[in-house]
């Protein structure tokens, strides 16, 4: 199947600055990728669609200015969170669909100090 | 409004029985199933999928059955074994497009 492979694996950043989050798609051509957040003992909540060459699709409540997605080639979908607070500290996972299911990258946990 | 429910936080189970994780779906459009395995700090694993066009596949130890009018789903895992206890979640999708997860359900197997 498709391999995935988002980095870093785990960020600690200070309270307003921006953090950048990559997820490739290393054996396949990935038009669509989607991004999800974890919280502590809580679901994937799907945040955004990425689209190659065009803008990301935001699920309601995720705010577009602050959660920006790039996705500028078929290989590679960048997630910048802006501005992190203490409260955007979360496990974000990307995941991509192919045409025999889905994947997913290993997840960044990011800490907002 | 939760699409996918597992309104089993938890199920503990001994090693060697079956082990029945439940989930139910309000969507009527989904039409491709998923059951991840996961543990912190990792991405999902992914165990088996079902289409909307089936009500069973089986892969193994495990086996998930779709029932559509009853908008529900299982996996079952026979036998148990020590290593299966993680976080198991139900997914589902609209014809191809994001995956929408339920909370998930921690499996215990003791030994």
């Known amino acids: 199947g498709a391999v995935v492979s988002q980095h870093p694996s785990r960020v600690i950043c200070k309270s307003g600055t921006s953090v950048k989050i990559e997820c490739r798609s290393l054996d396949f051509q990935a038009t669509t990728m989607f991004w999800y957040r974890q919280f502590p003992k809580q679901s994937l909540m799907l945040m955004a669609t990425?689209?190659?060459?065009?803008?990301?699709?935001?699920e309601q409540g995720v705010e577009k200015d602050k959660f920006l997605i790039n996705h500028a080639s078929l290989t590679l979908s960048t997630l910048t969170v802006t501005s992190a607070h203490p409260e955007d500290s979360s496990f974000y996972i990307c995941?991509?669909?192919?045409?025999?299911?889905?994947?997913f990258g290993s997840g960044t946990r990011l800490t907002v100090v | 409004d939760q699409q996918v429910k597992q309104n089993s936080p938890s199920l503990s189970v001994q090693e060697g029985r079956i082990s029945i994780l439940n989930c139910d779906y309000t969507n009527s459009m989904f039409d491709y199933f998923l059951w991840y395995k996961k543990y912190p700090a990792e991405g999902p694993t992914f165990l088996i999928s079902?289409?909307?066009?089936?009500d069973k596949n089986e892969d193994g130890r495990f086996t998930v059955f779709l029932n559509k009018s009853a908008k529900h789903l299982s996996l079952h895992i026979v036998p148990s074994q020590p290593g299966d206890s993680a976080v198991y979640f139900c997914a589902a999708s609209p014809a191809g497009t994001a995956l929408i997860f339920g909370k998930g359900t921690t499996l215990s197997v003791s030994s």
């Open positions: 079902i289409s909307s066009i089936k």
């Open positions: 990425s689209n190659e060459g065009s803008k990301a699709t935001y």
């Open positions: 995941s991509v669909r192919y045409q025999s299911g889905y994947t």
